[in-house]
């Protein structure tokens, strides 16, 4: 399997402009998890997906920050408009978890999105 | 509310030497439990997991960890640490749905 896979894996933009970061789970997995990186506040969950409907976005920092995932093997994370204190790392990861099992599966991480706004 | 604890940010280690990173939890029940390491530049790779049964167990590279239930700790050993696992490490629970992450132990490895 080619794992979790991200896009772009830098960004620089300018405050103010959108960004749109993707990510393609590993095939078969039913749960999705973007997450940020940052010196200042570890690896925050923003938000997750099962079987691609949003189950927690209580991480989203604010309004300009929305996830999509219309279909099992894509989702977006959007910011807009963007500004200097989104600069981070942004990683996505999925795992399965299937319906009786005792155990979640291994949560599997793509290597991240860098981002930068000046 | 759920949260992850690790109390050190940064470890400096002999080449040679044992290592204990240390990770403690508050969850409603006993939640599962895992360690990751990442290498600059680099995603997060599970080292290791506990879910029920042996409270001490195996991961890649040599690594270990104990389950303490009554001190709500998942300690992270290794018993001789190479120049290789200079790396941040993370301990993270989950109950059946989100991974809570600590804030990571950065190990640095001296000669």
């Known amino acids: 399997d080619a794992g979790v896979i991200q896009s772009p894996r830098h960004e620089v933009t300018e405050m103010g402009q959108e960004v749109t970061l993707r990510c393609k789970p590993i095939s078969g997995h039913d749960y999705l998890f973007w997450y940020r990186q940052t010196m200042m506040r570890g690896l925050e969950l923003l938000i997750y997906?099962?079987?691609?409907?949003?189950?927690?976005d209580s991480g989203m920092p604010e309004d300009r920050f929305s996830a999509k995932m219309p279909n099992a093997s894509f989702s977006t994370l959007k910011i807009q408009p963007s500004e200097p204190r989104d600069s981070a790392v942004y990683f996505c990861?999925?795992?399965?978890?299937?319906?009786?099992?005792?155990?979640?599966?291994?949560?599997?991480f793509g290597e991240g999105s860098r981002l930068t706004v000046l | 509310a759920q949260s992850v604890t690790q109390p050190d940010i940064h470890i400096t280690v002999s080449e040679g030497a044992s290592l204990e990173l240390r990770c403690n939890y508050s969850?409603?029940?006993?939640?599962?439990l895992f360690w990751y390491v990442q290498s600059p530049g680099q995603g997060l790779q599970l080292l290791l997991k506990?879910?029920?049964?042996?409270?001490l167990v195996q991961g890649i590279k040599g690594f270990e960890a104990e389950f303490k239930r009554s001190q709500s700790s998942f300690n992270l050993r290794k018993p001789s640490v190479h120049w290789s696992d200079a790396a941040e490490y993370f301990c993270a629970a989950t109950g059946f749905q989100k991974l809570v992450f600590g804030t990571g132990t950065r190990l640095l490895v001296s000669p």
């Open positions: 506990y879910f029920s049964g042996d409270t």
């Open positions: 990861a999925s795992r399965t978890y299937p319906w009786g099992a005792r155990e979640p599966g291994e949560l599997f």
């Open positions: 997906f099962n079987n691609n409907v949003p189950i927690d």
């Open positions: 969850y409603g029940a006993t939640p599962y």
